[in-house]
């Protein structure tokens, strides 16, 4: 029988690109709010699934499993017991509970830890063990603010940005959702060729093929909701086949760099991905691009790799000026005058943190 339940749905997307999620929200046809870190959205099993398997720019998608009102830990464990935590935990497993307090009565994070536990252990009939590692395990958060207490599951499993394919890491890789993130706000087309000449290990080449060729990000991975006692085979199957059959021819797209062993790297990373890049190992190079690109890079930018930076942003500026007819570009710079240096007319598009270091796209639309 179709499960008709509306779940009070959360995207969790880094601080700084939560506009492009929500608009990838709208693109499936769902509707949503944003606060800061996400998207809040409503929707049943079709829209939970439809979101954890597109949403390129999302790490996990949270269900609102509980929502009361609490001051005491005798009272927290008892109104956490009245939930359903069966249809999330049909079985004994290893999950991690990430908890914060604001302006409440209840503010030690590890004793309302203990007590959201024991009291889910008070409706299960089998115990949950606590996960040792990061991404180890499904996901319990619980935010007690102003004596108001949320608790959340994740329907997602291991964080989104883990699609599958990167098997080799270079030097400074970039999340596979940011590098969707630039992609997305820069408004390529989705046709036009697109050119990362700093590619390292892909990340950009290999999301920019996947989004031209419409592949769901998440299509060779596993969710944590599979394994909930709601799951429904049947609805996720026809997800996936309309999925299949949506496919695109994929787009021209280029991944450049002066690394032999990042080249390698991408190389290896494109056919995990089952996506078309055509790879060089090359530094700015003049010939085999086409005359109207894309540009889409994360340039190295001299905190986490060691270089003369202003020299390569504005040689990389030389190099759009010089060897095409026509160009848009989007690329990222930690501050406004290394984004100069490149000598292009551009406007500051997103801002967010990309392995503890902020830094900001640059686009010329
Ligand atoms: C920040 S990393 C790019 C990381 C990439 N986005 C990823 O996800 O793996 C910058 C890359 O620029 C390359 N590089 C540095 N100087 C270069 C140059 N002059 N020409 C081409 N590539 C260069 C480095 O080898 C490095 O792989």
Redesign the pocket.
């Known amino acids: 029988m179709e499960n008709k339940t509306v779940f009070k749905l959360f995207a969790v997307s880094q601080p700084g690109i939560e506009k492009i999620t929500l608009l990838e929200l709208e693109d499936l046809g769902i509707k949503g709010k944003n606060v800061p870190g996400g998207v809040e959205f409503r929707g049943g099993l079709k829209e939970l699934y439809l979101s954890n398997l597109w949403l390129r720019t999302a790490n996990r998608i949270l269900v609102r499993v509980a929502s009361f009102k609490v001051t005491a830990f005798s009272e927290l464990v008892k109104k956490v017991s009245r939930y359903p935590w069966d249809i999330y935990f049909p079985f004994s497993q290893k999950v991690r509970i990430r908890v914060t307090c604001r302006k409440s009565k209840l503010y030690h994070s590890k004793a309302v830890a203990e007590r959201v536990l024991k009291g889910i252990h008070h409706r299960l009939k089998h115990k949950l063990e606590k996960a040792q590692f990061e991404d180890e395990g499904t996901s319990i958060i619980v935010r007690i603010d102003n004596d108001f207490c949320t608790i959340s599951v994740s329907s997602s499993g291991i964080s989104l940005h883990k699609r599958g394919y990167r098997v080799v ?7 596979e959702t940011l ?1 969707s993130a630039m992609i997305l706000a820069s408004g390529w087309d989705r046709k036009t060729p697109l050119v ?9 080449s290999i999301e920019a093929a996947l989004i031209g060729g419409n592949i769901p990000p998440g299509l060779n991975r596993e969710f944590a909701f599979m394994k909930w006692k709601n799951f429904d085979e049947s609805l996720w199957n026809q997800i996936l086949e309309d999925a299949r059959k949506n496919m695109k021819d994929f787009p021209e797209v280029y991944g ?4 032999e ?2 080249i390698k ?2 190389i290896k990373n494109a056919k995990a991905a089952g996506v078309k890049v055509s790879f060089k190992v ?3 190079p003049e010939d085999g691009v086409p005359p109207l690109v894309y540009v889409i ?5 001299g905190k ?2 060691k ?1 003369n930076a202003e020299k ?1 942003y504005k ?2 500026g030389n190099w759009l000026k010089k060897s095409f007819s026509g160009y848009k570009v989007g690329f ?1 710079a930690p501050y406004d005058r290394l984004a100069s240096a490149t000598g292009i007319k551009c406007k500051k598009i997103l801002s967010f943190s990309n392995g503890g270091i902020r830094v900001n796209l640059y686009c010329n639309r």
């Open positions: 890491e270079t030097e400074a890789p970039l999340r590098a990362d000449p700093f590619c390292g290990s892909g990340t950009i450049f760099d002066i690394s062993r990042a790297a991408a090359a530094s700015f890079t994360n340039p190295p930018y986490r790799i270089v390569v040689k990389f990222l």
